[in-house]
T-cell receptor, first 113, second 114 residues
């Protein structure tokens, strides 16, 4: 079945550092890929998405590129802020198997001032 | 604010009991999904309803059931509760955006079984 493997956390960075959170996937079809963010005590918010190979999703300074050849969708940000501290989830949805989201384990990110 | 509402926010109950979690989707969304978030299992898909009909089933226990009503709100019923059912339960709704379906999550219901 489909699966998502996400970089183990937790990750601690200083403010203005460069962020990469790795995500790779296994899917039988041609999935859409997503990054969701969960702030403390809140639900999940869609951060960005990509629906086909070489698509780049971007939002709030975060970017991720759908790489079919390496089955990856790594999340990057050039300069993180304290307000970016949260848990980040990589997910996929394979319409051929329905619309459900398959999530990675999540990566807790803490930014230190 | 995602537009998806869930009640109650917190629920504390005893083993063996039955509870009902409620979800109202975003205006216009026909699909409702239920997910369970626990420390050991992570985020897992439970079940999806589309316009009142069950559309997909995931790792949902037989003790759990759900339904979607004509006004599109959904309820997740959990019965014969066990300690291991303690988790955050999220509802999400979706509408089509281009070729993909974006899911928008509610704030969740935290269930504690004692």
């Amino acid at each position: 079945g489909d699966s998502v493997t996400q970089m183990e956390g937790p990750v601690t960075l200083s403010e203005e550092a460069f962020l990469t959170i790795n995500c790779t996937y296994t899917a039988t079809g041609y999935p859409s890929l997503f990054w969701y963010v969960q702030y403390p005590g809140e639900g999940l918010q869609l951060l960005l998405k990509a629906t086909k190979a070489d698509d780049k999703g971007s939002n709030k300074g975060f970017e991720a590129t759908y790489r079919k050849e390496t089955t990856s969708f790594h999340l990057e940000k050039g300069s993180v802020q304290v307000s970016d501290s949260a848990v980040y989830f990589c997910a996929l949805s394979d319409l051929g198997l329905g619309e459900k989201l398959t999530f990675g384990t999540g990566t807790r990110l803490t930014i230190i001032p | 604010d995602s537009g998806v509402t869930q009640t109650p926010k917190h629920l504390i109950t005893a083993t063996g009991q039955r509870v009902t979690l409620r979800c109202s989707p975003r205006s216009g969304d026909l699909s409702v999904y239920w997910y369970q978030q626990s420390l050991d299992q992570g985020l897992q898909f439970l079940i999806q309803y589309y316009n009142g009909e069950e559309r997909a089933k995931g790792n949902i226990l037989e003790r759990f059931s759900a339904q979607q009503f004509p006004d599109l709100h959904s309820e997740l019923n959990l019965s014969s509760l066990e300690l291991g059912d303690s988790a955050l339960y999220f509802c999400a709704s979706s509408g089509r955006t281009g070729v993909s379906y974006e899911q928008y999550f509610g704030p969740g219901t935290r269930l504690t079984v004692t």
